[in-house]
């Protein structure tokens, strides 16, 4: 499955340590299936922080919704554009 996530920041590997606290749905790190709302985020992350949006893209094996110790919110049919996977 295709995952994107945007930033100000190309993410090579993912480190929950440094994700920030008090996101919607805690410390995370936050996914969608949805390449533009990606694209969005990352324009919205660039525009508050500073520098270029970045779409980071990841190729993970569905086997990676039963990862144990990460807590997946995954909103299946329930996705929308504000949210799709949240990660902690």
């Known amino acids: 499955m295709l995952l ?3 930033s100000n920041t190309d993410i090579k590997e993912i480190n929950l340590a440094m994700c920030r606290p008090y996101k919607d749905f ?3 790190f936050y996914l ?3 390449k533009e709302q990606a694209e969005k985020m990352a324009s919205r992350v660039a525009r508050i ?3 270029l949006p970045v779409l980071n893209v990841y190729e993970l094996d569905d ?3 039963q ?3 990460l807590n997946i919110k995954n ?3 329930e996705t929308s554009e504000e949210c ?3 990660v902690k």
Request: glycine content about 30%; some cysteine.
């Open 4 to 6: 994107y996530h945007g």
């Open 26 to 28: 805690g410390q995370g």
């Open 32 to 34: 969608t299936v949805m």
């Open 49 to 51: 922080y500073g520098g």
């Open 63 to 65: 086997a990676f919704l």
């Open 67 to 69: 990862t144990e110790g």
């Open 75 to 77: 909103f299946g049919t």
């Open 84 to 86: 799709s996977c949240a």
